[in-house]
Nanobody, 125 residues
């Protein structure tokens, strides 16, 4: 049914920027949340940002607030994560995920039903 494909990861220097994309195919629910999560080696997966379709509300973790921006293009069934002023601690595999039926922002992993394969982001000089 629903398929998520992330792209846009790569190697950047500290202070650089990347834009991640997540294409959602087969998403037919009117209400849903799309979240971005990341997992660094040896660390637990953490929620980074999310968008909810009900009213367009967004959420950002304190660690990325002011640097990352989540957005969507409904015509292309795509959600983006613009990452600016990247730091070495942003290095991780980034995943997008969909929570069906959710009407408020959430970064609780247990709320999410579908996950993409992940894309590697490496910030290093």
């Amino acid at each position: 049914q629903l398929q998520l494909v992330e792209s846009g990861g790569g190697l950047v220097q500290p202070g650089g920027s990347l834009r991640l994309s997540c294409v959602a195919s087969g998403l037919t629910s009117e209400y849903y949340a799309i979240g971005w999560f990341r997992q660094a080696p040896g660390k637990e997966r953490e929620g980074v940002s999310c968008f909810v379709s009900s009213d367009g509300s967004t959420y950002y973790a304190d660690s990325v607030k002011g640097r990352f921006t989540i957005s969507r293009d409904n015509a292309k069934n795509t959600v983006y994560l613009q990452m600016n002023s990247l730091k070495p601690e942003d290095t991780a595999v980034y995943y997008c995920a969909v929570a069906v039926g959710i009407v408020v922002t959430t970064i609780d992993e247990n709320d999410y039903d579908f996950w993409g394969q992940g894309t590697q982001v490496t910030v290093s000089s």
